[in-house]
């Protein structure tokens, strides 16, 4: 598996292309210009249908309409669907727009998915978003917004709640081992340096 970041336009968020041989799919799609991304992908020289969210903000969501038209099957977890059709995914207070759409797939939860040959967990981690979810595949976690190098989401939003993130968080910290962590916002770390250093321990 090899996974490829995009850093958008949108807050800094962070896409990434996840490959396995020439299949993959994306997380996360928050950019307005999906022609770009798409050539990212051509490039990549992955063939991508599926489009997972972490969440429902516009900075992770924003290109999901688009390539929704294009064919790409758009997943959210179910507690955060009315995100991608509503004032609740953030764009109209941050003077940005959001074209809304229905999502294809949505998840409940502890599932797990089967898409470009890899088994991907999805983990309920609230707190962020009601409906925030972190997705593991392998010995990588995608942690949207919920857990960041010597961070965590905001939980000021509409349905966030610190007690619930820092629950989600303290759940992810209980898995066995070690992932890399890639984060919906700034650098990549590791479940055990956050176990260590994550100020969500102490605050």
Do not use: W
């Not at 962070?14 to 993959?24: E, H, L, P, S």
């Not at 294009?70 to 507690?79: R, S």
């Not at 995608?142 to 905001?154: A, I, N, P, S």
């Amino acid at each position: 598996m090899e996974v490829v970041k995009i850093v958008t336009e949108l807050v800094d968020s962070n896409i990434y292309i996840v490959k396995n041989g020439k299949k993959g799919l994306l997380i996360d799609c928050g950019t307005y210009d999906v022609q770009n991304l798409e050539a990212r992908i051509k490039n990549a020289d992955v063939e991508i249908t599926d489009v997972l969210l972490t969440h429902g903000h516009f900075d992770h969501a924003a290109g999901a309409k688009a390539l929704q038209e294009k064919g790409y099957k758009i997943y959210i977890h179910k507690n955060d669907a009315e995100k991608l059709c509503t004032f609740k995914n953030m764009a109209v207070f941050m003077g940005f727009h959001f074209d809304k759409l229905k999502a294809d797939v949505l998840l409940k939860g502890n599932e797990t998915l089967n898409i470009a040959g890899l088994e991907i967990e999805v983990i309920p981690t609230p707190g962020h978003s009601a409906g925030s979810v972190c997705y593991k595949t392998g010995n990588v976690i995608f942690t949207g917004d919920t857990v960041f190098r010597l961070g965590y989401g905001r939980t000021d939003f509409p349905d966030g709640d610190f007690d619930t993130l820092k629950a989600s968080i303290n759940a992810l910290f209980a898995l066995e081992g070690d992932y890399k962590l890639y984060c919906g916002h700034y650098d990549d770390s590791t479940l055990s340096f956050e176990r260590r250093n994550n100020p969500v321990l102490i605050d």
